[in-house]
Every structure is written in C-alpha cells, then in structure tokens.
C-alpha cells in the first residue's frame, strides 16, 4: 500500500484544513486509517484514527471536539478535518494504514501501522 498526503499550509490559528491521505496499491488489505504529527523536536503523536468501515474511530485529546476523521473507501481517500487550528497543531502530519484489524487499546501506537504517507506540513500563527 502507498500513500500520499495532501492538503498542509500555512494558516491563522481559528482557520481549518482539510488534509487527504489517497490510497494506491493493495488497498483492499487496508482496515485502519490513522493519522500522526511530529512537530520539530518532539516525537511522533497520535492525532487520530478510523477503522476502515467507518464504525470505529479515536481522537487524541488534544484534538477532540476540533478534528474529524473520514474516508471514501470507494476513492480510497482518507480525511482529516482539522477545525479550530491552534499553534500547538504546527507538524509534519502522516497519515498511515494498517492491515490488521480495529483493537481500540493499540491504535494510538505508531508501530501499530505498516505504511506510511511522505507527510504533509500544517503551520498555525497566532
């Protein structure tokens, strides 16, 4: 499975973006979608995640209530709506697949993930 992140900017905190991860290759094998950031200097974080149906999602935290992840399976496209952007929120944001199936307690983990997208910058001033 490729992926391909799009979608990233530079925007004023209160602005929104709409991030797209497409999908290409095997893409029948996907059963997770989630989404990662990394800001410079910190580690890799969990943003968000859905389970390839639709019917089960997470949100980081810090995110709740502002973003939202989606996906068209017939275009083989995942979103993520990102609402309210804060500074906080600058990152290099990844979207990632996975194979296996929906296990709530694993999904925030990165290494829980087989492939990933090239990464798409989000920049937020205040």
């Known amino acids: 499975v490729q992926l391909q992140a799009s979608g990233g900017g530079s925007v004023q905190a209160g602005d929104s973006l709409r991030l797209s991860c497409a999908a290409s290759?095997?893409?029948?094998?996907?059963?997770?979608m989630g989404w990662f950031r990394q800001a410079p200097g910190k580690e890799r974080e969990f943003v968000a995640t859905?389970?390839?149906?639709?019917?089960?999602?997470r949100y980081a935290d810090s995110v709740k209530g502002r973003f939202t992840i989606s996906r068209d399976n017939a275009k083989n496209l995942g979103f993520l709506q990102m609402n309210n952007l804060k500074p906080d929120d600058t990152a290099t944001y990844y979207c990632?697949?996975?194979?296996?199936?929906?296990?709530?307690?694993?999904?925030?983990?990165?290494?829980?993930?087989?492939?990933w997208g090239q990464g798409t910058q989000v920049t937020v001033s205040s």
């Open positions: 990632a697949a996975r194979r296996s199936g929906w296990f709530y307690s694993k999904m925030a983990l990165s290494s829980e993930y087989e492939n």
């Open positions: 290759g095997r893409t029948l094998s996907i059963n997770v």
């Open positions: 859905t389970s390839w149906n639709g019917i089960s999602t």
